[in-house]
């Protein structure tokens, strides 16, 4: 493993100028957005490890302070599995569309105040479409109220050693106090991978249908990469695009974290990278996310003005995180040259059925065989009836 530190002002320059030059040699962009791409890029997380072991096989300042955006709804889908694992909730419940529910920003489905909707339902909607009436939904459902079920979101936070998390609602929505990191989110991708094994097809759908719409997954790997198998992408203005991504080779599973990539198209590009990267190493030696350093005291940068400024700036400067950190499994230690992996078009769709009420409109109607088979993959068992 490498060390690289970030000091003086000229040696940060030299360093900032070297990523600039392997990640634009690295990532190239579609030519549309070559001429825009910001030179903030460079400092950007980007992190992929073992799911088994928990290895690093790469990483770049993986524990920065960043906004999740709709990366949040992996902890949303967390706190719902471990709820129903422990019997105090049902994937069939019922559960109610507030007026504040109702009210969310997009993305959301647009149900109305009244509207019921099943837990099961809503997990997929939220790892879909990922819509922010349906998680606040959730989160309303379960606990209550948002700001019990936040506290549940950070109790789990903190227990799985997601050190530098703090979430403020269920849906990722802009807040200034919340935040993560690259480490974090891989910690809760493992948690969500090791602890509900018979939900991991709920991450990677390709698309639902909610009547006579199709909705299609952000994740731009699913179905493309081969051996992916799903997680969520995320973004807000100040975050950029970020994705938790992950996928399955040979036996090997690995989480690949992209964080404030200047577009969805290159958010794919370098995750594809990353995973490739991946896979290609050994396995073994360098560190694991438990061991990579805490933050603390570093607010996590806005990239409002570079994203969706009007007059964007050319630039802007990152936080100082302490260590500029390349963690390389089975390597020498240098900086490798991450692969560039040429990605086929997306197949067509193939929707898993969601409604709305307690069964699908139209009670004669089959589910289609292909989303029966989805959603049995996607449910949580049931846990055997507690005694009073």
Request: aromatic share 6%; with cysteine.
């Amino acid at each position: 493993m490498r060390m690289v530190g970030i000091g003086d002002q000229d040696k940060m320059a030299r360093i900032v100028v070297l990523l600039i030059a392997v990640i634009v040699t690295v990532f190239p962009v579609e030519r549309a957005d070559a001429d825009e791409r910001p030179e903030w890029v460079a400092g950007t997380p980007a992190l992929v490890a073992d799911l088994d072991s928990g290895r690093v096989l790469y990483s770049q300042n993986p524990t920065l302070p960043w906004y999740p955006a709709s990366l949040t709804k992996l902890m949303t889908a967390y706190v719902a599995m471990d709820e129903a694992r422990n019997g105090r909730v049902r994937m069939d419940d019922m559960f109610t569309v507030s007026a504040r529910a109702a009210g969310e920003p997009p993305s959301k489905m647009g149900f109305s105040p009244g509207t019921q909707i099943r837990l099961d339902n809503a997990l997929l909607i939220i790892m879909v479409r990922s819509a922010n009436d349906v998680a606040t939904t959730i989160a309303e459902g379960i606990a209550g109220s948002v700001d019990d079920f936040v506290a549940i979101m950070n109790f789990h936070a903190a227990r799985l050693g997601m050190h530098d998390t703090y979430f403020t609602n269920a849906h990722g929505l802009p807040d200034a106090r919340k935040r993560t990191t690259a480490r974090d989110m891989a910690i809760l991708a493992r948690a969500l991978y090791r602890e509900f094994p018979e939900q991991r097809d709920l991450f990677g759908l390709d698309s639902i249908r909610y009547g006579s719409s199709t909705m299609r997954n952000h994740n731009g790997l699913i179905g493309r990469y081969a051996g992916t198998t799903g997680m969520k992408t995320g973004y807000i203005c100040s975050s950029g695009f970020n994705v938790v991504v992950t996928a399955e080779r040979r036996g090997r599973r690995l989480v690949a974290i992209v964080m404030g990539a200047p577009s969805s198209a290159e958010r794919t590009i370098r995750s594809a990278a990353l995973l490739e990267h991946g896979f290609s190493r050994l396995g073994w030696g360098g560190t694991t996310l438990e061991a990579l350093p805490r933050q603390g005291g570093i607010a996590p940068p806005d990239l409002r003005p570079v994203t969706c400024g009007r007059n964007p700036p050319s630039s802007i400067t990152l936080p100082q995180a302490g260590t500029e950190r390349f963690a390389f499994a089975g390597g020498s230690g240098s900086s490798p040259l991450l692969p560039q992996v040429d990605l086929p078009d997306r197949p067509p769709a193939n929707p898993v059925r969601v409604w709305t009420g307690a069964t699908p409109p139209g009670a004669q109607e089959p589910v289609p065989a292909p989303a029966a088979a989805a959603r049995a993959a996607a449910s949580v068992p049931l846990p055997p009836p507690r005694p009073f």
